[in-house]
């Protein structure tokens, strides 16, 4: 029986060692795929885009690894990765965090990726976005139409909205970019802004945007994951605008969804890669993917580009250059807390 | 009678039969052996006790089972089924004891099920023409002489009614050779001569009919030729005026035979207390479950005596055993044992006033079939203090109790793991009554105690129910078969839709009284149907 | 139906030797497996992979070192809980198909009581969060058991409906009431260390948990075999009129064995919660009471049966991901032979034996 399984051993071993091998000389690289899997059509898909394209440019092997039971599973892959010889163990899944800075100290050689937060460890990159700077963005397209009353649905009241999962940093990192990107275009503008208190509950985020498109706002930026579907449907319902988050979620209600504020996987997921083949891994660090490596950025308005006024949008674009360059310094509610004007 | 309802085929020696078939399940030598040969123009019995192999060569004359060995004859030659189909094809149908009509639908439309005569409609669609089918269904009637409400719904019809249906079926697509599995086990004794009058005509007009019964008297009466066997063999065949009952019963019981002799001694019933031990009085139950709701019964059981519940089928006796063991709820009226007042009480709590229980449907209700037979025999004993330990069931208590009661009647089994459908019809029944009174009850209830139980069976329940009423203890014995009702009892209640309508005391039994209270109508306004 | 069949079974002496029924409750486990285990074969030759090499990967990642086999153990620990809880309630013939949510709740209120509770309480916390977890999976359940005994509701219907209840009463208080303030979407606050569940073997994720998924397996076997409410439980299964007729309370018994089920539950959720995630977040269960359900009806209910399943699922679980980074086999493989096993085993593929020679 020991002989056999041996023989299995080193059969794995075999197999492993061919992988070893790749074109670049450089150990292969693992992604763990987060909930929701493999064509979830949304940030699965896009981060192995970005995986896959690295993979290729660079020549380096990799995977990527799908689990069903991928919340409980986690700590159990990526040390497996790892004993198994892969150099760079990128995760996607959130709650992979906690074990992966365990895991991180245990194994110095093997370099590290992580979505969304900082984690510590020399071997540890951090990916954060920059939502704060394409949030600044999203407020200053929303200031400018929501004055405009020959777009239909608006009115000429200067009110827009703006509705949270919850009270807490990494929300109101969203929330204070808009608001500061909608001052930059009117500084006495009114920004309506609540709190879900939920991320799943579409029913109330439909609710609360009624309210607010009865207040006078009629474009509302949703910051509330589940409960965004019901903004997006209320927007639809009333005839007025929703700003999507995270993915290009223009298509939900065509039309009515005005932009959405992507966070691009994908160029970090292929930016990490290029990195770690070529021996410049950013261990240690929290990569920031902002508006200047296109970590971030307003959709492309495939349905509303029409009826926005090409001025609005070159507005925009010069926003954009001047945080790129740094002439404008949006507020991270992250790193530097609350802002006078946000409390 | 101007034209038969029997369409006869050509004239063969054999219609039917079949020749040295050999059938074995794994280990089990169904059939050894066995021959049979049925002509036209007769009725032939084959009786044997359970789990002779009759059932096993009657499913390989319907083509429902392939043959080890052997060949099954039809016409004078041996044939092989390819299927249940070419059977019938051939003109063999058969009569199960649980007819096989749908209850939803009518009777006419149950007749025609299957073969409908069409009619064209609109040009290209074939719709059933109902004319020609009720008038075909009044010819088959008026023929055999039985009128029937061909529009009534199966379900509602009396019992011997669907009967005759279901065996103008088989006429009706063409089967002459008629295969009837116990068809008098439902029937009153009025309606068995019914239903023989009807036999005989199909036999005069060419049919070929075999019957199978373990009734001898009714072989006596109705069949030409018999055929007996016993344990997967065919032991005699011969024509019925060459055998009688008792020479019947050697050969179906072999050396067991003196086992079977059945004598009721006529002790006076022992000390009457007074007080009778179980009272029912104004019960009434008519939930939407029951098929017949059961109007004002009263009766009271004393100590020391056999009561008898006599009625045609679906009369109201199961609902009101399952009233007497707590099994079915009413809507008033009082039942009372030992002076303790248990109406619409639950199951348990008639036990614990010392009832016990034996259930008409053992596969269903009597028996869990694949269970072990210790937990068969044991069920309802498991929190005994006697079999406890702690919290604990104390297995070596348990299974030596079960042994116990195993043996007590006597019950031939492997071991007790094995499950309880291992063991034959009169040994599983035995098994109920050993779980049934292994807790000395002083009140029976027993409904068809010896359904599907094989003649040595019979006679340990007989004479265990006799012992029991020596001792003191009361029975309340519900039963298709009167013969056993007479031979039992010491009264016998006869229900007629759900009312008691009349009592028989022993001195007064006979069939024929009994029987016309089973046939009478409570409602005289409404027509009887048939 | 007429019961043809009974009257050929008459030979006492014709009963089947002991072992053939052992043999045949192995072929019962067994047969499912290999013809899952075949057909993934087919399908990765139709991918154009060689399937002896994939599987000889596939037994080395799930039991090839002592590491591998803790992971194994780690991802079989949530099933046996689910396992059981399942079992207790399908010997009973209670379809119970709501072991999932039970699971997920439990394993939300022993989250929540694992780090809210003050870390001064010390080791008490999680025996506390546990038996927390076990009342209120148990009460959950208890109300479809009370449905069904007292006004015959269909527990399947009742059961199934609840899990999505259960999820979205979890999934809505993670994202709101019970939501961490210092973590992304989707999750509670990690529990305090102290309520942790120890490692069996570090650094693998194998938890004592494990050891009390064995204590409900062996409680199971022993209340199935050793104690009148089992033996009820039981009789009730195989035929509950026989059960009523002989005096047992068949709603008192479905009663009990979904309270049961939902302690089972709840203290699997419990022990998922404090050994393995830590927290409660999205995602809790990969569907564990479903794969649970597989296991029982493979196990037939029995508990080492159970174990050898539970087993199986979680090396196909564990292997079947890290399978993934040694070869270019995608996870639908492994789900096919998982859905393979599940379904052979509903079709009780036993009964077709050929031994038995007829279709009783």
């Known amino acids: 029986m020991k002989r056999v399984i041996r023989c299995l051993l080193a059969g794995a071993a075999l197999s492993i060692t061919t992988l070893g091998v790749s074109a670049a000389d450089v150990k292969p690289a693992a992604l763990i795929i987060a909930q929701g899997g493999l064509g979830d059509g949304s940030w699965n898909d896009t981060a192995n885009a970005g995986f896959q394209a690295g993979l290729t440019a660079t020549g380096i092997t990799g995977k990527a690894i799908e689990s069903k039971d991928v919340v409980a599973q986690g700590e ?14 990128a995760s996607l899944e959130w709650i992979h965090g906690e074990p992966m800075e365990k895991l991180a100290a245990d194994y110095p050689d093997v370099n590290w990726v992580i979505m969304n937060q900082t984690r510590k460890g020399d071997n540890v990159a951090s990916v954060v976005f920059a939502e704060h700077q394409g949030s600044f963005l999203a407020g200053a397209l929303a200031a400018q139409v929501t004055v405009d009353t020959s777009i239909k649905g608006i009115n000429e009241q200067a009110v827009i909205g703006v509705i949270g999962g919850v009270k807490a940093p990494g929300i109101d990192k969203f929330i204070v970019g808009y608001i500061q990107g909608a001052k930059a275009i009117n500084p006495d503008i009114e920004v309506k802004v609540a709190y879900s208190e939920s991320f799943g509950d579409p029913a109330k985020g439909e609710q609360l945007a009624k309210a607010m498109f009865n207040e006078g706002a009629d474009i509302v930026y949703q910051v509330a994951g589940g409960t965004g579907i019901g903004i997006i449907e209320a927007a639809k319902a009333e005839g007025k605008f929703a700003i999507g988050v995270d993915t290009d979620q223009d298509s939900m209600a065509p039309g009515n969804v005005l932009t959405s504020m992507v966070k691009r996987v994908d160029v970090a997921t292929e930016s990490i890669i290029r990195d770690y083949a070529d021996g410049k891994f950013p261990g240690g660090k929290v990569l920031q993917f902002g508006l200047d490596v296109k970590g971030v950025a307003l959709s492309d308005m495939n349905h509303t580009k029409d009826i926005i006024p090409e001025t609005y949008l070159a507005r925009v674009d010069a926003l954009k250059a001047d945080i790129i360059s740094g002439k404008i310094e949006v507020w991270d509610v992250s790193a530097s807390g609350y802002p006078d004007f946000f409390k | 009678m101007s034209a038969t309802i029997v369409q006869p085929r050509g004239s063969v020696e054999i219609r039917i039969g079949a020749n040295r078939i050999f059938k074995s399940y794994g280990s089990v ?50 044939v092989r089924f390819s299927g249940p189909q070419q059977a019938i094809s051939e003109g063999i149908g058969m009569v199960h004891q649980e007819f096989m009509l749908a209850p939803e639908l009518t009777l006419l439309e149950n007749l025609v099920l299957g073969d409908e005569p069409t009619r064209p409609s609109f040009g290209f669609l074939q719709t059933v023409d109902w004319d020609v089918a009720l008038g075909e269904a009044r010819q088959i009637g008026e023929r055999a002489g039985i009128s029937i409400d061909w529009h009534r719904s199966t379900s509602t019809a009396p019992v011997h009614i669907q009967q005759y249906v279901e065996i103008f079926r088989l006429l009706r697509r063409g089967s002459d050779v008629l295969i009837l599995d116990e068809p008098t086990a439902v029937l009153a004794p009025q309606q068995v001569e019914q239903l023989f009058g009807l036999l005989r005509q199909l036999r005069e007009n060419g049919a070929s009919i075999i019957f199978i019964s373990h009734k001898l008297q009714e072989v006596e009466a109705l069949a030409d030729h018999v055929t007996i066997m016993r344990k997967g063999e065919t032991v005699a065949s011969a024509s019925v005026d060459e055998m009688n009952t008792s020479q019947m019963t050697r050969y179906i019981m072999g050396e067991n035979a003196k086992a079977a002799q059945q004598t009721r001694g006529e002790p006076g019933r022992p000390k009457d207390t007074g007080a009778p031990l179980a009272k029912i009085t104004g019960l009434n139950a008519h939930t939407a479950n029951a098929q017949q709701p059961l109007y004002n019964i009263s009766m009271d059981v004393s100590c020391g005596e056999i009561v008898g519940i006599a009625g045609v089928a679906g009369n109201g006796q199961e609902e009101l055993i399952e009233c007497l063991v707590g099994l079915r709820k009413a809507q008033s009226g009082s039942i009372s044992i030992n002076n303790a007042e248990l109406y619409n009480a639950e199951n348990a709590s008639f036990r614990a006033h010392g009832q016990g229980y034996v259930s008409p449907d053992r596969a269903h209700e009597g028996l869990a079939k694949s269970a072990t037979i210790e937990a068969n025999v044991m069920a309802g004993s498991q929190r005994e203090p006697a079999f406890l330990r702690g919290p604990m069931l104390d297995r070596t208590a348990f299974r030596k109790e079960a042994r116990a009661r195993l043996d007590r009647l006597d019950v031939q089994y492997g071991t007790l793991n094995d499950p309880v459908s291992s063991l034959s019809g009169g040994n599983q029944q035995k098994l109920v009554f050993a779980r049934e009174t292994a807790r000395h009850p002083k009140l029976l209830v027993v409904s068809q105690p010896t359904r599907g139980v094989d003649l040595n069976g019979i006679a340990t329940i007989h004479s265990y129910l006799l012992s029991h009423r020596e001792t003191g203890g009361s029975v309340v014995l519900a039963s298709e078969e009167l013969d056993e009702l007479m031979f039992l009892c010491d009264r016998i209640l006869v229900m007629s839709m759900g009312r008691f309508v009349g009592e028989v005391s022993r001195a007064e039994f006979s069939p024929q009284k009994i029987g016309e209270l089973m046939l009478a109508d409570p409602l005289p306004q409404k027509a009887a149907n048939g | 139906m007429v019961d043809g069949g009974s009257e050929n079974v008459v030979a006492i002496d014709a009963r089947p030797p002991r072992w053939t029924l052992a043999a045949e409750n192995a072929m019962r486990f067994s047969l499912p497996v ?40 780690s991802a079989s620990t949530p099933l046996l809980f689910t396992a059981v809880a399942t079992a207790v309630c399908f010997r009973s013939g209670v379809f119970n198909v ?159 064995v979904m309270i049961i089920s939902g302690l089972v539950s709840g203290a699997g959720g419990a022990a998922h919660a404090l050994g393995q995630v830590h927290k409660f977040s999205d995602g809790f269960s990969a569907g564990y009471g479903f794969t649970g359900m597989a296991i029982a009806l493979l196990a037939r209910n029995s508990a080492i049966g159970i174990l050898l399943g539970a087993i199986l699922f979680g090396a196909l679980a564990s292997a079947g991901t890290t399978v993934q980074l040694f070869s270019d086999i995608p996870l639908d493989i492994v789900n096919v032979i998982e859905g393979t096993v599940m379904i052979f085993a509903v079709v009780e593929l036993g009964r077709l034996t050929l031994w038995r020679g007829t279709g009783q």
Not at chain 3, 161 to 166: Q, R, S
Request: charged share 15%.
């Open chain 3, 34 to 73: 290999l013809l899952a285990f075949l057909a993934g074969a087919v399908l990765l030759l139709a991918i154009g992979e060689n399937p002896v090499a994939i599987y000889q990967l596939m037994l080395s990642e799930g039991f090839g070192s002592e590491r591998r086999i803790a992971a194994t153990l």
């Open chain 3, 98 to 256: 709501g072991v999932d949510g039970a699971f997920v709740l439990g394993g939300l209120g022993a989250a929540v009581i694992g780090y809210a509770l003050p870390v001064a309480l010390g080791w008490t916390i999680a025996p506390l969060a546990i038996g927390s977890a076990m009342l209120i999976a148990a009460f959950w359940l208890w109300v479809p058991g009370v449905l069904l005994a007292k006004l015959e509701v269909d527990e399947v219907v009742s059961t199934l409906m609840l899990n999505f209840v259960a999820l979205g009463i979890s999934g809505f208080l993670v994202n709101s009431v019970f939501l961490s303030e210092t973590s992304g979407n989707n999750t509670t606050e990690t529990i305090h260390e102290v309520a942790e569940l120890s490692r069996l073997l570090p650094p693998s994720t194998l938890h004592s948990g494990f050891l009390l998924g064995l204590l409900c397996v062996l409680g199971y076997a022993f209340w199935t075999q050793r104690t009148p409410q089992g033996f009820e439980a039981a009789l009730v299964g195989f035929n509950n009129r026989f059960a009523r007729s002989v005096g047992i309370s068949v709603p008192g018994t479905i009663i009990l």
């Open chain 2, 29 to 78: 030598q169904a059939n050894r052996n066995v021959s049979i040969s049925v002509g036209p123009r007769q009725i032939h019995a084959v009786v044997g006790e359970n789990g002779a192999g009759k059932s096993t060569l009657m499913r390989a004359l319907q083509g429902l089972e392939t043959v080890d060995g052997g060949e099954v004859i039809v016409d004078d030659l041996p």
């Open chain 1, 76 to 89: 159990e892959i990526m040390r497996r990765a790892a004993d198994g010889g892969f150099g760079l163990v």
